[in-house]
């Protein structure tokens, strides 16, 4: 696997594959890298520096092949078999997430749930089975879960956080909004939608125009 890939990088090779995906590949059977760079809103150089980053290279008379470049793109970002995440919180976001993500992301297999409420511990739900919280490390560990979604209130995000960790998760996708305060070697990804929202609105209010104001 590839090492010291930088997380920006994985997440816009990410984006180029599902735009790549959405391509019909028998109309567009090649792509050039300002073609691929339009539709992610990024520079042509950019796109050519991270497909480089994973060993990828066009031909400069017909850009890339569609088809090469997604099965390119997955070796590297998906795992050779499914990979075993747990949900930690099974309310209204957690129920959505086990809703959406089983057909769509079949190689995050959501293997288990945890909740602290008695009426969801031991049932399953969505086609999951809900634990309840104090079983979680050892059916992390029995279940060699190296992932967590975490859908708790922000009060408790923390305290599901570390309990994951000692069990042996390395990845955390917190949707709780509070920064959580984990080992250097744990990857942590923040879905913050409120602050999403606040720029958002804030530049509907105040207007959007340079392409570099984005990421400044
Ligand atoms: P919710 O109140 O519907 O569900 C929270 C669930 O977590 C409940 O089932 C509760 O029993 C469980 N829980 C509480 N403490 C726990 C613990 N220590 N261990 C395991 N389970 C525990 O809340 P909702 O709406 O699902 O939101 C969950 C989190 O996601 C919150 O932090 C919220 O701010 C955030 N969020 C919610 C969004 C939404 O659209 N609902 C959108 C973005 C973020």
Redesign the pocket.
């Known amino acids: 696997m590839t090492k010291n890939v930088p997380a920006k990088t994985v997440g816009r090779l990410s984006l180029y594959r599902r735009l790549l995906r959405r391509l019909d590949a028998r109309e567009n059977p090649h792509i050039f890298s300002h073609a691929l760079a339009d539709l992610a809103g990024v520079s042509a150089a950019q796109v050519r520096r991270d497909l480089m980053t994973v060993g990828c290279g066009g031909s400069p008379a017909r850009g890339y092949g569609v088809n090469e470049l997604i099965d390119e793109l997955s070796a590297f970002l998906d795992a050779p078999e499914a990979q075993n995440v747990v949900l930690?919180?099974?309310?209204?976001?957690?129920r959505a997430l086990l809703a959406y993500f089983p057909a769509r992301r079949p190689r995050a297999r959501i293997v288990a749930a945890?909740?602290?409420?008695a009426q969801?511990a031991g049932r399953v739900i969505l086609g999951c089975r809900c634990h309840a919280?104090s079983e979680m490390e050892e059916v992390i560990r029995r279940e060699g879960v190296s992932a967590a979604i975490i859908?708790?209130?922000?009060a408790?995000?923390q305290?599901?956080a570390e309990t994951a960790v000692r069990a042996g998760v390395r990845g955390l996708l917190n949707?709780?909004?509070v920064p959580l305060r984990v080992p250097a070697h744990i990857y942590t990804e923040d879905i913050d939608?409120s602050t999403s929202l606040d720029k958002v609105m804030y530049f509907a209010r105040a207007g959007f125009g340079a392409d570099d104001v984005r990421n400044d």
């Open positions: 930690i919180g099974v309310g209204n976001l957690g945890f909740d602290t409420d969801k919280v859908a708790v209130p922000a408790h995000a305290d599901v949707f709780a909004p939608i």
